[in-house]
Structure formats: C-alpha cells, structure tokens
C-alpha cells in the first residue's frame, strides 16, 4: 500500500493531544465520581456506566481521526498486472499486378479486392509492427521497404490502378526472392532492430504460378521457419483477361485467342496452397470476408508469439474504505 498525498500526515500529531485531553476529561470524570462515595446507593436513582466507558469512546474518537488523516492521505493498493508483449512482425505483402489481376469478377476488380484486404492489415497494425509492398508480374518489384508507417502504400495503390497495359506473367519466386532479399538488407542495415522479430510473407494473387521458379526460394523460406499466408482472387466462374486500359479505367482490349475469342481467367488455387501448407500456414479466399477476418486473426493476434511481459502497475484506491471505518467509528463512540 501506498500513500499519495503524504504531506497530510503532519495532521496526525493532533492524536496524542486529543488523546491526552480526553484522558484528562475522563480522570476528571473519576475524581468527581469518588465524591459521591458508595456509587451503589445512586443506583435507585440512574443508571451506572461502566467505569471503562469514557476510555473506550476516546479510543474510538482517536482511532477516527487517525483514520480520517489517512484517507486523506489518499492510500491505495499497487498490484503489478502482467501484461504479455507481442512479438513485433514484420509483414511483407507480395502483390500480384499481371493483367487478369484487373478482370471484374471481384468489386472492384481483383486488384481493387487485393488493396482492401492489405488496408485491413494496415488498419490492424500495431504499432511496433513493420510492413513492406512487392509488387510482381513476370519479375517482382519492391515498391515499398520496411517501414512502421504503411500509409505510404496507399500511394502504390493509386498508381498501379492507373495502370493501362499491365505486364504478363506471374512469377511467386521472383516474389518470395525479393522478399528474401528485403529482409537480409533490413538485417544488415538494422541488426539490433532485426534480431528478434517475426517475419510473415502475404501472397495475394489469381492464380498459379506460370514461371516455374517458386521451388528453390520455398525451400529457402522453409529453412528460415517464415510462414507464407496466401489470399486467393477470382471466381470459378472467371472474367475475361484486360489487357489494355484507358485512364479511367475502362477495358481497351482484352486477350483473346487466335480468331478473337476472348480468353476467360478463372480462379486457380493450386500453386498458393502448396506453399501455404509447406510453410505451415493457410490459404484463404480473398473474397469471403469471415475467411479474410480469420486470417487476419490468425496472423496478427492468435499466430502472434509472446516475446515476454510487462509488469504493469494498477492502482485501486482505498480512501473511501478509511472514511467509513471512522464514520463507524465516530456513531460507535456517539451511541456507547
């Protein structure tokens, strides 16, 4: 227990005076009783009290008054909360932007469907969280490195949908290798801030790898115990494939086969699976919102490891229980 407002108990050198004064009270008290010789006589008369009563209510009286000083003294009851710290993460989105990523079978679009489920981990994030963006079609891009302020992304998003031809290709290895790469240059460059926090990998695409080079930077992945978290676009129904835009959005041309049929895109889940499970993580489909909420508690709340606890201080105050022991104390003595 602790005292916050310590400079009241210069009030408790009130108590031997009291307690003095009313010793004095009571010895009067007893003096004028031995005048009247036999008390026994006065019985027929009224009522005797006990000759200890006048130091019992003095008692009482002092006791309130101590109490009352240390209600004002304010004391309360420090207890020490544990509080588990979150390991801080490091997420690293690997965006696919190769032209079906702008079919319409999603709202907006599949891409528009991918930057609503990153801006659901940005507004999740905590705060010694870090993200970063990498971008990919045929070859992967770092549009955004390492930072506490995924904001910027926001940025990123606005120029790819004012994309007009979108590059072919969906190379994952190129992705998951940059990735790689992005954290071995985040631990050189910080040591200290890198030796001890958790790295994750978020793969959002449509479809399967058509490159081929995703085994070899998998197996690096592995060896490192990073989990790769993979969100599926698409429907099975599938949209046709942009393959030029106007400013505004709207479809200039689109792929099509040899005589002009345009090619449907569909959603394909294969490849993602695979190096979601190899890496003991989950796929998900992009378009449900329970299965988008459930990865998102899976990687940032229940996936989280505790780095260790804070020892908190709470405080509960105790005045109030003083002040009603010396009010008790106070009708106690009154009604003796």
Sequence with gaps: MEFARQEYFWLLWLIPFIAVFWGLGVWHQWRMRERFGNLANME????????????????LLVTSVLLMVLALAYPRTVV??????????DLIFMLDISPSMFAKDNDPTRLGRAEQIIQKFILLKQPQDRYALITFNYTSVVLSYLTADPQVMLVYF????????????????????????????????????????????????????????????LREVQ?????????????????????????????????????????????????????????????FRGEDERQVDRALDDILVQGRPIAGYQANPVREDLYEYFLMAAFASLILGIFL
């Design 44 to 59: 027929h008369v009224s009522r005797i009290s006990w000759g200890g009563r006048g130091f019992f209510r003095g008692f």
């Design 158 to 217: 606005d120029y790819l949908n004012q994309t007009e031809e979108p590059e072919p290709g969906s190379n994952m290895g190129s992705a998951m290798t940059s990735a790689l790469r992005l954290i071995d240059n985040d631990i050189q460059m910080n040591p200290e801030l890198s030796e001890k926090r958790r790295r994750v990998l978020v793969l959002i695409s449509d479809g399967d790898d058509n490159i081929g080079e995703w085994a070899a930077p």
């Design 223 to 283: 060896q490192r115990e990073i989990k790769v978290y993979t969100f599926g676009l698409g429907s099975a129904s599938g949209a046709y494939v942009p393959l030029q835009m106007s400013r505004g959005g709207q479809v200039v041309k689109y792929l099509t086969r040899e005589g002009g049929a345009r090619i449907v895109s569909q959603a394909q889940a294969a490849t993602m699976r695979e190096i979601s499970e190899r890496t003991g993580a989950g796929f």
């Design 80 to 89: 020490r909360e544990l509080k588990p710290v979150p390991t801080p993460t």
